[in-house]
Structure formats: structure tokens, C-alpha cells
């Protein structure tokens, strides 16, 4: 299952974001940097960001744990 647009909400270019991907072995890895970029397939489909200097959409699923702060 994806996570749609509704659980990013409040996410706006220019904040800094982290993504907390949990691994099935127990790992994580975490991306960081600028939003750059957000997208949803449709309101309840598959919501993706880019980060700055990460060329590929991250498309949001349910391993994954988004945070943001915004300088606004």
C-alpha cells in the first residue's frame, strides 16, 4: 500500500524533509534534504516528492516515514 497525498499534507517546496525507509531486515536508511518537487497521482493514489540533488521521484509507501520543518 502507497500513502497518498493526504499524509504528506502540509509538505511545501523548500521545506527540509527527511524520509525514514524501514527495511524488512531490520535496517533503516534516511534521505534528507530540500523538497524540490511534490506529486499525487489522484487523491487517493500514490503521492511522491523529489529532494534537491536526488534526480528520481520517492514515491511514498507504507515503510516509509516522512517529517519536514518548514523556514516559513
Given at each position: 500500500?502507497?500513502?497518498t497525498i493526504h499524509d504528506i499534507k502540509g509538505l511545501a517546496i523548500g521545506d527540509k524533509v527527511a524520509i525514514t525507509i524501514s527495511n524488512p531486515n531490520d535496517t533503516t536508511t534516511c534521505i534528507s534534504g530540500i523538497c524540490t518537487g511534490i506529486q499525487a497521482l489522484g487523491e487517493k493514489?500514490?503521492?511522491g516528492?523529489?529532494?534537491?540533488?536526488i534526480?528520481?521521484?520517492?514515491?511514498i509507501e507504507d515503510n516509509m516515514v516522512v517529517t519536514?520543518?518548514?523556514d516559513n
Open positions: 500500500m502507497s500513502k493514489e500514490n503521492a516528492l523529489t529532494i534537491k540533488g534526480p528520481n521521484w520517492i514515491w519536514w520543518i518548514s
